[in-house]
């Protein structure tokens, strides 16, 4: 009999909040985390906005002398994780430490203490680099900060799999329960790529949006005068747990993770195929390892970039895994408020889709004003919205080609 996995504690760090409960009511209330970008001198750059994190004190998370160890995703990854193991009311015994992992994907890492040390290094040479230099900076210390921080001596790994990276994060920790590898997991993504090799980049490709002039409005999913994602960055971490060890404990369960898909799309470096072809196929696999129907599907959390590509395609490929159910199942973009988060979002998005389920409310797409002809479903357009909610989906689809898709059902007992 497969095991049954169960979701018992979300933390959410993001643009619009600190903390879950924050972050959640903030996105019911269709509030924009978007800003003029604070963290470093926008002089000559097309894009100088972004969702940053706001009044963020990592001295509540994280001592003094580790600070200078550690880069802020992995910061953001150590408060997050501290709010879903509160809300779980998780505390790791020597009986559950070893039966208990972490996997925290993360897409870039440090850029943060990247850019920092190489300009110690221009300036003054190499002695002035930190010996801190790595573990701050390399993606899987997010994961192993938080396991010290916990005692969790589980599986502990990371993926590294650009905007996917914590759906698969998520994903992979819900197979590790499934075959009885763990009995828990603490797991999602961060990321803090705010800096000027991050948004000078994505700019330079012209993925990231320049409406520079009103930041609230700025990312705007599947409408049609969207012109470019907006960066963001913070945390969304989860726990997971085998049913019959969170039922023993007496823990609140949020949720059920029934489905977990993978595909690749084998098509270009950056843009998605222009017949869905991965993201159909990943949620027919997600659909396929829950034994559900599509019709049984009530949300979709979309990858909702707010890029003329990706919006349209993954509307075409909603259409072609739901068919006629498509036209009255509603998808919204939580990205219209929180920014993009690069391989942090599919963690926060996941978080989001659990606390949909849990309050039976759908967060809406902010900015939706023009809708584009191509993009004609259910946007659940500038308000949250009251809905009935037995399963719910959410999609990522990163760089490479790399499409995760994940699957929650309402948990009844």
């Known amino acids: 009999m497969t095991r049954r996995v169960v979701v ?15 972050t959640w009511q903030n996105l019911l209330a269709g509030k924009s985390g978007v800003a003029p970008i604070t963290h470093f001198d926008t002089t000559g750059f097309s894009a100088t906005i972004a969702a940053e994190v706001k009044g963020f004190d990592p001295l509540q998370y994280v001592e003094k002398k580790d600070l200078k160890k ?11 994780s501290q709010f879903a193991m509160e809300q779980a009311q998780l505390k790791l015994t020597p009986q559950l430490a070893d039966r208990t992992g972490v996997y925290i994907g993360s897409g870039i ?9 190489h300009t110690a290094l221009m300036h003054g040479g190499p ?31 990371a ?4 905007c996917s990276s ?24 961060a990321e803090a790529a705010i800096t000027p090799m991050g948004v000078g980049g994505f700019a330079a490709m012209r993925a990231l949006s320049t409406h520079n002039h009103e930041p609230a409005k700025a990312s705007r999913p599947f409408d049609r005068d969207r012109d470019g994602f907006v960066i963001g960055e913070g945390a969304g971490i989860l726990i997971l747990e085998e049913l019959g060890s969170a039922l023993k404990r007496g823990a609140p369960i949020l949720a059920e993770v029934v489905g977990y898909g993978m595909s690749g799309d084998a098509f270009h470096i950056t843009a998605p195929a222009e017949d869905a072809d991965g993201a159909v196929r990943v949620m027919q696999n997600t659909l396929a390892d829950a ?30 895994v739901f068919g006629t159910h498509a036209a009255k199942l509603p998808v919204s973009s939580t990205k219209s408020m929180t920014g993009h988060l690069l391989g942090g979002a599919g963690g926060l998005e996941a ?63």
């Open 8 to 22: 018992t504690g979300v933390g959410l760090v993001s643009a619009v909040g600190v903390g879950t409960e924050e």
């Open 70 to 80: 550690m880069g802020l995703f992995i910061q953001f990854a150590l408060a997050a």
């Open 109 to 117: 890492g440090g850029f943060d203490v990247i850019e920092r040390e």
């Open 127 to 157: 002695r002035k680099i930190s010996p801190f230099f790595i573990p701050a900076a390399i993606v899987n210390l997010a994961a192993g900060f938080v396991s010290i921080r916990w005692g969790a001596k589980g599986p502990n790994s």
């Open 159 to 162: 993926t590294c799999t650009a």
């Open 166 to 189: 914590s759906t698969h994060a998520v994903g992979d920790s819900f197979k590790l329960i499934q075959r009885c590898a763990a009995d828990a997991m603490i797991c999602g993504g």
């Open 291 to 320: 034994n559900i129907l599509p019709e049984q599907v009530g949300y979709i959390n979309a990858h909702g970039t707010s890029t003329p590509y990706n919006d349209r395609m993954e509307t075409l490929a909603i259409k072609k």
């Open 351 to 413: 978080g989001i889709t659990v606390l949909a389920l849990r309050d039976q409310i759908l967060p809406p797409t902010i900015n939706l004003e023009n809708p584009d002809p191509e993009c004609d479903l259910d946007y659940v357009p500038n308000q949250s919205r009251r809905a009935p909610l037995e399963y719910a989906m959410s999609n990522s689809f990163g760089f490479g080609g790399t499409n995760a898709a994940l699957l929650f059902k309402r948990y009844q007992g």
